[in-house]
């Protein structure tokens, strides 16, 4: 079966599975954020393993499930949980469900995440708006054969983070009274916490945030001509900047820290950005 065989059988499965809705737009919801797709209105849920091809979440956080529903007026679908690479799944096999998205006819993505702020002069807690983002690990989700039908093989990165819709949350926030920042997110494999060194790389090449997720998402979707958004909860500071050791347990606790500010923001950008 090929890749397009296999994503028209998952889009054609949460079809047969949300009935009427035709969802207008993605969200992918990171550690501490799946919360907000319970909010939906006519919901219809799906658990991922029922879904033909889908991988499942592994990550404490994520629940696995696809909602499709209203928001703010408007028919989404989100993700709660989605696929890291330090899973063990391959990149082609994290970005799957942007694609089957794309295949549903969905052309907007918002991406969520929890990241280790690399900025010294913001704090934890801080929301940032992905401007742009680094990738120095040698895999692609779109390595191998490229199936014409997502889109062509080379494709331009420079608009990969859409600026129209980045302006939409800009407004958003203001309108929120959120303070957010704007800045360049950076991919690492993972599931290790960076050291020292590679946060002081990570700086010095640009970065403002660092990851395990996100970009190969935004990579695929770039390529089948989605707009992207992308927001970031810093939730702790990278490592060797304070002198404490990291773990997941405070990334959890951030995130729920700020849980309500992040919702009620993702809610506004939900409304604003057309």
């Known amino acids: 079966m090929t890749l397009i065989e296999k994503l028209d059988e998952s889009a054609a499965y949460i079809r047969s599975r949300i009935g009427s809705r035709k969802p207008e737009l993605a969200i992918v919801l990171g550690s501490g954020l799946g919360d907000l797709a319970d909010s939906l209105e006519d919901a219809a849920v799906i658990d991922y393993h029922d879904i033909p091809h889908f991988p499942v979440s592994t990550v404490p956080g994520h629940k696995g499930r696809l909602v499709t529903g209203m928001l703010e007026g408007r028919c989404i ?4 949980g989605r696929f890291h690479y330090y899973e063990g799944w391959s990149m082609q096999e994290c970005v799957y469900p942007v694609q089957t998205f ?4 969905i052309e907007k993505l918002f991406l969520t995440n929890a990241a280790g702020c690399v900025n ?5 807690g801080d929301l940032m708006i992905i401007t742009d983002h680094i990738k120095l690990m040698g895999d692609s989700p779109l390595r191998g054969a490229n199936p014409d039908e997502l889109g062509p093989r080379f494709f331009d990165m420079s608009s990969a983070w859409d600026p129209e819709a980045r302006e939409a949350a800009l407004k958003a926030a203001g309108e929120c009274g959120i303070e957010v920042r704007q800045g360049v997110y950076m991919l690492f494999g993972g599931p290790q916490f960076e050291t020292p060194a590679e946060i002081r790389m990570a700086r010095i090449l640009g970065a403002d945030a660092v ?3 996100t970009v190969p998402e935004a990579i695929a979707a770039s390529q089948m001509g989605m707009k992207t958004l992308g927001i970031s909860c810093l939730t702790n500071m990278g490592a060797g900047i304070l002198k404490q050791k990291l773990n997941h347990e405070e990334v959890l606790e951030t995130g729920e820290r700020v849980k309500a500010t992040f919702t009620s923001l993702v809610r506004k950008i939900i409304a604003e950005w057309k």
């Not at 794309?102 to 006819?105: A, D, E, F, P």
């Not at 010294?120 to 934890?124: A, F, G, V």
């Open 211 to 213: 990851g395990m997720s």
């Open 120 to 124: 010294t002069d913001w704090k934890p």
């Open 102 to 105: 794309r295949r549903l006819g």
């Open 77 to 80: 679908t989100c993700m709660q």
